[in-house]
């Protein structure tokens, strides 16, 4: 069996290795960044999910890959990871590996308040939240599913107010609650909103886009795969030949620039618990993003 101690040293050893070919060669241009408008704070462009991917409890080597996926999260600069405390145990993977490689200053770490009622069972989650991520401060604190949004929202000003919370915010995942969504941006005016958006879900063009613009209120979209639907839709297709007159070589690549052309648009945040395709991911933060030319093309070529 092996022991905690020697897993560590192990594990650090592991993900030092991860970093190396990327620090010590040639480093690949910087990710795109973007201000939070209620700050002036700029995130990288390039965000990760942790729902599915990182719920992979005690499975060591499930782990050992998640560590490779957030090694080269960290290498490129890339710095906003979502997760919630009801993505089973996502949050204790998460906060193990980021202690593990002692990186949690340079991360942006968004949680959520998932799925309770009223204030002591927000502060209670919380708090809750705070031990299984294993750190004293959460940079963006979410109304999950507008589950309870005045009081929740009330509960992530008070624990912004005292310093444990950076900018709080409001999410959901589908079309049908995007006015709803719009309605609370306008009565609430959170610092972020996390809603999904892909070139077959464009819900957020028509009301949410606009109004995060006119509020000044970040953008952080989720789903920009569709949980991964969007690869079925395109398999055995090369990427289009216009592809490249943004650098992009792959399908994911496309989906995030589409993501991330709208310039209300902050952050994209794919999970993915594969390495290479880590890598992939990062790649679109770089370079151009979509025209309406290209948009339009990437929507057509998945109708
Ligand atoms: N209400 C909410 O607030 C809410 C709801 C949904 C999601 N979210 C957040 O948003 C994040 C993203 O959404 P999502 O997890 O639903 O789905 P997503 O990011 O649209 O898609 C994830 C899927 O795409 C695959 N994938 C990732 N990169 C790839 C690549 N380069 N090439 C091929 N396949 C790739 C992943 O598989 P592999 O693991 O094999 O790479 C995974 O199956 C979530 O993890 C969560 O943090 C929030």
């Given amino acids: 069996m092996t022991h905690r101690r020697d897993f560590l040293v192990n594990t650090s050893v592991a993900l030092l290795a991860t970093w190396l070919p990327v620090t010590a060669g040639a480093r690949p241009a910087p990710l795109e960044t973007r201000a939070i408008p209620v700050s002036g704070e700029r995130l990288p462009v390039i965000g990760l999910g942790t729902s599915g991917s990182f719920e992979v409890g005690d499975n060591a080597t499930a782990r050992a890959r998640l560590r490779t996926v957030l090694g080269r999260f960290i290498a490129a600069d890339a710095s906003v990871i979502d997760t919630a405390p009801t993505y089973t145990s996502a949050e204790d993977v998460l906060g193990d590996l980021v202690a593990e490689a002692g990186q949690r200053p340079r991360l942006f770490l968004a949680t959520k308040l998932s799925g309770v009622a009223g204030r002591e069972a927000g502060l209670a989650q919380f708090a809750d939240s705070l031990r299984r991520l294993r750190t004293d401060r959460i940079d963006l604190l979410q109304v999950h599913n507008l589950y309870d949004t005045a009081t929740q929202l009330e509960v992530a000003r008070e624990l912004k107010a005292d310093g444990k919370v950076r900018y709080t915010g409001i999410t959901h995942y589908v079309e049908s609650a995007h006015d709803e969504l719009a309605e609370l941006m306008s009565r609430h005016k959170?610092?972020?909103?996390?809603?999904?958006?892909?070139?077959?879900?464009?819900?957020?063009?028509?009301?949410?886009?606009?109004?995060?613009?006119?509020?000044?209120?970040?953008?952080?979209?989720?789903?920009?795969?569709?949980?991964?639907?969007?690869?079925?839709?395109?398999?055995?297709?090369p990427v289009p030949e216009w592809a490249a007159e943004v650098g992009a070589k792959s399908w994911a690549q496309l989906f995030l620039k589409f993501a991330l052309s709208p310039p209300a648009v902050t952050v994209v945040i794919p999970a993915t618990s594969k390495p290479r395709n880590m890598r992939d991911n990062l790649h679109a933060g770089r370079g151009p993003m979509l025209d309406a030319r290209q948009r339009d093309a990437l929507v057509a070529a998945l109708a």
């Fill in 190 to 237: 959170p610092d972020f909103v996390q809603i999904n958006y892909s070139p077959v879900s464009r819900g957020i063009e028509r009301r949410v886009l606009p109004l995060a613009a006119d509020l000044g209120i970040a953008v952080m979209i989720n789903r920009a795969f569709e949980d991964g639907r969007l690869f079925t839709r395109v398999a055995g297709r």
